[in-house]
């Protein structure tokens, strides 16, 4: 078999020639190392045990399709958030559910308004659609602009995206912000909220956009995962709340019947049973935080404030040279992906040693790079 690199005429227009990247890709240099892993927003620490238990009984059952409506999973969530549980569903990840949203409300060339610092993926979610995006640019301290997001929308418009805490800059947005946003925004247009960073920004002491947006009058959808305060990345399950049962029917056409795999609520069920466990990721998180903060205080590195489990620091220097040193050192750590050549790098918080490694590194690989 040979691979065809010419451009191929059958494929829709939007997905020609595209390439791929790997995030999660070892080099061949790495291989049998140990690498500390800080560049892709995961928890550094393994589930709770209760999970891995729930995940053995559950796996006796592997060779029956899952209900990938979570019928134990759903009241729990309904109860836990007080909406109605045929406003719930579920994807392999919130990623999955990410690209089902435009896919459900947005043709090809409709408008979609979004912020123009945000997670990378969004740009592939954007391609998948053809969609016809207008990129609000981010205030002067990466916060998400709601005044210019609102004011962006047109006659065109399908769907606006906002993500509060943003990814990459950890931003979360304030009540009133995100008030202005879920009633200011036209009610013909459909309100993406991505809360993949919710229990952080809660644990912070931010607002619940969810008691919000449930007083909106147009439709809307937030989203939320068990990836990252659940520790459970690997498990693949996220979950929506949507204004209608109608939405959530679409979104279950697009995502399809068995998305979610055979362990992943048992795993969550287990997961939501062991609340101590869950503090304790949250405060470590915030203890490895300050650590790197105080850093970065230290070493007169500007950084935007986080409230996540990552943070973008200005290093002042190309970021792709930084990120490769630090890499050829065994610690991965990434761009914030919105500027090719720009100078901030995004780093996970890790482990006590891993934070001390990095911090360690990272003074040294800047002192090199900058003689
Ligand atoms: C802003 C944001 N949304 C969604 C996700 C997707 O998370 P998952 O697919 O693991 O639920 C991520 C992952 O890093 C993210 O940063």
Known sequence: MSFD????????????????????????????????????????HPPSPRVLEAIQLAAIELNRYPDGTCPQLTPRLAVANDVPEETICFGAGSTQLLTAIAEI???????????????????????VVSADVTSVPNKEDGAIDVKGMIGAIGNNTKLSIILTPNNPTGLMLSENEIKEVCYQTPENVLLFIDEAYHEFALHAGGANALEIVKNRKGPWILTRTFSKAYALAGLRLGYAICSSEETVNALRLT????????????????????????????????????????????????????????????????N?????????????????????????????????????????????????LAS
């Not at 995030?23 to 892709?40: A, C, N, V, Y």
């Not at 650590?291 to 943070?311: P, Q, W």
């Open 255 to 318: 995502t399809s019947t068995f998305n979610v795999n055979g362990i992943a609520e048992a795993a969550v069920m287990a997961a939501l049973d062991d609340a101590e466990y869950t503090k304790f990721i949250l405060d470590d998180n915030e203890r490895e935080m300050n650590r790197i903060k105080a850093k970065c205080k230290k070493l007169g590195l500007h950084y935007m404030d986080s409230v996540t489990n990552f943070i973008s620091i200005d290093v002042g220097i190309p």
């Open 105 to 127: 409300s947005v043709g090809p060339g409709e408008n979609i308004v979004s912020p123009e610092i945000v997670w990378r993926r969004f740009q592939g979610v954007y391609q």
């Open 5 to 44: 690199h010419k451009i191929s005429e059958y494929l829709r227009e939007n997905y020609r020639g595209v390439g791929f990247w790997n995030p999660t890709k070892i080099f061949s240099h790495e291989i049998g190392k140990q690498i500390i892993r800080m560049d892709l927003n995961e928890c550094p």
């Open 320 to 368: 792709g040279e930084v990120v490769k040193a630090m890499r050829d050192r065994g610690i991965r750590i990434s761009t914030p992906g919105y500027e090719s050549n720009g100078t901030f790098i995004r780093v996970s918080t890790g482990l006590s040693d891993d934070t001390t490694a990095f911090l360690v590194a990272l003074e040294e690989v800047l002192q090199e």
